[in-house]
């Protein structure tokens, strides 16, 4: 589970850096009046919701519980 | 800001590209999200998830919408970044290519020889979008809007637009003789 956790914060760090350079983008380049504030805090607010619901979900479900092939079981045969 | 207004200018007008052209990102990005959901509820029955598995197929499914809405923004940024304005002396046409490239173009109005609007295809007639071609006098010879909304409609504006800044020119030349 250790290494889901770690592949996790390592996507959350890649799309940090290109969210913050969108942003960044965002603010350098804007026109007076148009949407692109709108849309970074749009953008800003479902990306947490999406960080903290996964994370909460997680917790709620066993951070730490053993990743076990058996727990996972297809059959198409129902 | 990228573009700086003097203060004896106006804008008369900002132009984006169509619509036409980033509604395809919108669809992809509305089908991206849409999916896990779908597949959830078809797969349900099927597929079973406990303990670990579960808490890593949520973790990635939270790397998965964090990349689709990434994907959405920065698409949407490349589209709506991507403007032309133009003001009562110039025109400014701001390309936005990807998140890092980006073109400024300046031409004054002064300096236009000649605009034409340019449709192209079924879409491009049904939806009412095109190119705009600016011939220049100056080094910069051709000046392209690319397919914007109404594009014979701006051509006209632009050319109308022309006429006044050099009028207004001949008539500040005119002004210290007549003083």
Not at chain 2, 44 to 59: D, E, M, N, W, Y
């Amino acid at each position: 589970m250790i290494i889901a956790w770690l592949v996790y914060f390592f996507a959350l760090l890649i799309f940090l850096f290109v969210g913050l350079t969108g942003i960044h983008h965002a603010k350098k380049y804007r026109i007076k009046g148009d949407l692109t504030k709108k849309a970074t805090i749009i953008y800003v607010t479902l990306m947490a919701l999406v960080i903290i619901i996964t994370i909460l979900a997680v917790l709620k479900n066993g951070a730490n519980a053993p990743l076990n092939l058996s727990n996972f079981r297809v059959n198409f045969y129902k | 800001m990228i573009f700086q207004q003097k203060s004896n200018e106006d804008i008369k007008i900002i132009v984006r590209r169509h619509w036409a052209v980033i509604i395809g990102l919108i669809m992809f990005a509305l089908v991206m999200l849409v999916l896990p959901v779908v597949l959830y509820f078809i797969l349900r029955p099927f597929v079973q998830l406990k303990g670990g598995i579960f808490s890593a197929f949520i973790l990635g499914l939270g790397i998965y919408y964090m990349f689709v809405l990434t994907l959405l923004y920065i698409g949407w940024l490349d589209y709506y970044l991507d403007v032309a304005i133009i003001t009562n002396e110039r025109i400014v046409d701001i390309d936005q290519d990807g998140l890092f490239n980006r073109t400024v173009s300046e031409l004054h109005l002064s300096k236009v020889q000649d605009v034409s609007g340019n449709v192209k295809g079924i879409t491009g007639t049904m939806m009412d979008f095109g190119d705009v071609t600016v011939q220049t006098a100056g080094t910069h010879e051709e000046f392209v809007l690319d397919t914007i909304p109404h594009p014979y409609k701006l051509s006209k504006m632009i050319v109308n637009m022309h006429q006044i800044c050099i009028e207004h020119l001949a008539e500040k030349a005119r002004l210290p003789e007549d003083t």
